[in-house]
C-alpha cells in the first residue's frame, strides 16, 4: 500500500469488490514451481498445499515475512518432503518466485 504496509485485503473490509486501486503502490505474486519431470513423481495437490498462503500476522511482521520467504523456509525444513507427502527427489526440484508488480495508478 502507499502507506508501506501490506495487506491481503486492498478493500479493507474483506469485501469481494475493489472499487479503487489508487493506494495500491504494487501487486505481490508468488509461484511455487515444478519441473514437468517431477510432476510425473509427485502429486501437485500435494505440492500445492504444502505452500500456505501468508497469515496477516506473517505480513504486518517487522520486517513482513511475504509468501516467497515463508515457502523458502518451509521448503527447507528437514523433512519437508516426507511432511509433504511428495517424492524427495521432487521436492529437490522446487522453485520459488516472488514478483513485485508496481501499478502506476493515478
Known amino acids: 500500500m502507499k502507506d508501506g504496509t501490506y495487506t491481503l485485503d486492498p478493500t479493507g473490509n474483506s469485501g469481494d469488490t475493489v472499487h ?3 493506494d495500491v503502490v504494487a501487486i505481490v505474486v ?3 514451481v515444478l519441473d514437468s519431470a517431477s510432476q510425473q513423481i509427485a502429486d501437485i495437490s500435494k505440492v500445492s498445499n504444502a505452500f500456505d498462503d501468508p497469515t496477516i500476522a506473517q ?3 517487522n ?3 511475504l509468501m516467497g520467504e515463508s515457502w523458502r523456509r518451509k521448503l527447507l525444513q528437514p ?3 516426507a511432511a509433504a507427502r511428495i517424492p524427495q527427489a521432487a521436492a529437490s526440484q522446487i522453485r520459488i518466485y516472488e514478483r513485485y508488480l508496481p501499478l502506476n495508478i493515478q
Open 20 to 22: 479503487s486501486l489508487k
Open 30 to 32: 508468488g509461484l511455487v
Open 59 to 61: 505480513i504486518t511482521a
Open 63 to 65: 520486517p513482513p515475512v
Open 79 to 81: 523433512g519437508f518432503a
